[in-house]
């Protein structure tokens, strides 16, 4: 079992939809849930962070956490094609590790 | 402020050759970490220094080895590479060892291409 699963996509959105991107976690003892935005050929970038169970809004961007099923889902509202990138869960347990997913490919369709 | 930094960006290498990537991190920050990220797969934890010390080490072979100096910018070392060490390095700072401020901050990364 992989420490931290995403789906790999494509997962295809019209602009102005909500994209919904999910993660799940195999580490009880996490602590620190991260998605990073990777456009094509460029680093990642740090989007959100979440610590405690239940949603954090920034703007058009919602992450949600729920701990009890190792859970962790972004969502992007009013979608633009500048949001189609791939998007990387991350996950702490504390210590001096973070774990990446595989990522998953976001694209809006203009 | 300058973001953290990597040198350098592409670099093309033979088998068996070493190679030394460098990175310096955002100013205040203490911890860097190194990753490597292939084609097609998230970013693979290498190593962590925090405090010019080396708090964590990742399933990697004992050819990758870093260090971190004084003015917590650091090195990643690659001996006798291999054609699967062509990737993307990441270098990420973060003002902690990690926990609950352990949100990272990547440079643009080394591109290694080994033939």
């Known amino acids: 079992q992989k420490e931290v699963e995403q789906n790999s996509g494509p997962l295809s959105v019209p602009e102005g939809a909500i994209a919904s991107l999910n993660c799940t976690y195999s580490?009880?003892?996490?602590?620190?849930f991260f998605w990073y935005r990777q456009y094509s050929g460029k680093s990642p970038e740090l989007i959100m962070f979440?610590?405690?169970?239940g949603d954090k809004e920034d703007g058009r961007f919602t992450a949600q956490l729920n701990k009890a099923s190792q859970y962790v889902s972004l969502l992007i509202r009013d979608s633009q094609p500048s949001d189609s990138a791939t998007y990387l869960c991350?996950?702490?347990?504390?210590?001096?590790?973070?774990?990446f997913g595989a990522g998953t490919r976001l694209f809006v369709k203009a | 402020d300058a973001g953290v930094t990597q040198s350098p960006t592409h670099l093309i290498k033979t088998r068996g050759q070493h190679v030394t990537l460098r990175c310096s991190p955002i100013?205040?920050?203490?911890?860097v970490s190194w990753y490597q990220q292939v084609l097609g797969q998230g970013p693979q934890f290498i190593f962590q220094?925090?405090?010019?010390?080396?708090?964590g080490r990742g399933n990697f072979p004992d050819r990758f080895s870093a260090r971190q100096f004084p003015n917590y910018s650091s090195e990643l070392n690659v001996n006798a590479l291999l054609l699967g060490d062509s990737a993307l390095y990441l270098c990420?700072?973060?003002?902690?060892?990690?926990?609950?401020?352990?949100?990272?901050?990547f440079g643009e990364g080394s591109r290694l291409t080994v033939l």
């Open positions: 990420a700072s973060s003002l902690s060892a990690g926990g609950s401020t352990g949100e990272l901050f």
């Open positions: 580490d009880r003892g996490s602590q620190s």
């Open positions: 979440i610590y405690s169970n």
């Open positions: 991350a996950v702490n347990a504390g210590g001096f590790k973070t774990i």
């Open positions: 100013s205040g920050h203490k911890s």
């Open positions: 220094y925090y405090e010019k010390e080396e708090r």
